[in-house]
């Protein structure tokens, strides 16, 4: 089992939908969480941290952590065709030496007009 | 804002040089990474760092070494490249745990 899994897509979403991304977890002692959006050719960039069970949103985007079933979401609403890109889940284990985060393998998200 | 810089954008190497990848960052943080990230195989882990002069090796070290003698700066060798180093390499760096990364604009690496 991977430690951070994410279904690699793509994920078609029309323009204007909510895109619905998941990502799951192994290391139940997991403490921070976060999506980073990659665009194709470019480095990642951190969009999202939730720390604490429940809903957290940032603008058009809702990151939600569920720590009893080991899963982290994001749900991107209204979607743009600038949402396309990669999103990827990373996970802090409460085992990682140093800071070290461990990345899932990214969704990719295509958005259509 | 914090910065991450990375020296080169694109490089071109010879098979068996010795290639430095430079990464300096502004914000003072402790921990400093090098991953490389190639299609399906995701980011992968070279070596890291969570002080200066302290290094430990990744997921995928062979092949490579890093130098970090001053805080800001973390440096990525590839002591003889070869061609299955080609790849676009990643630094990033990050206060501790809680923060995240913050990723650099990435070194697209080609060993001829």
């Given amino acids: 089992q991977k430690e951070v899994e994410q279904n690699s897509g793509p994920l ?12 799951t977890y192994s290391d139940r002692g997991s403490q921070s969480f976060f ?49 396309s890109a990669t999103y990827l889940c990373a996970v802090s284990p409460i085992k990682a030496a140093g800071n070290k985060l461990t990345f899932g393998g990214g969704t990719r998200v295509l958005v259509k007009p | 804002d914090v910065k991450v810089t990375q020296s080169s954008r694109y490089l071109v190497k010879r098979t068996g040089e010795k ?3 430079e990464c300096v960052q502004d914000m003072d943080h402790e921990n400093m990474f090098w991953y490389r990230q190639d299609p399906g195989l995701g980011l992968r882990l070279i070596y890291f ?23 800001e700066r973390f ?36 060993v001829v």
């Fill in chain 1, 35 to 83: 999506w980073y959006r990659q665009y194709s050719g470019k480095s990642p960039e951190l969009i999202m941290s939730i720390y604490s069970n429940g809903d957290k949103e940032d603008g058009r985007f809702t990151a939600q952590l569920n720590k009893a079933s080991q899963y982290v979401s994001l749900l991107i609403r209204d979607s743009q065709p600038s949402d």
């Fill in chain 2, 49 to 71: 760092s969570y002080d200066v002069k302290m290094k430990e090796k990744g997921d995928i070290p062979e092949g490579y070494s890093v130098s970090r003698e001053k805080k």
């Fill in chain 2, 75 to 110: 440096s990525l060798i590839l002591e003889s490249a070869s061609t299955n180093q080609t790849s676009m390499y990643l630094c990033a760096s990050s206060p501790d745990r809680n923060y995240g990364y913050t990723f650099g604009s990435g070194t697209r690496l080609t």
């Fill in chain 1, 12 to 23: 078609s979403v029309p323009e204007g939908a909510i895109a619905s991304l998941n990502c």
């Fill in chain 2, 19 to 21: 290639v430095f990848l």
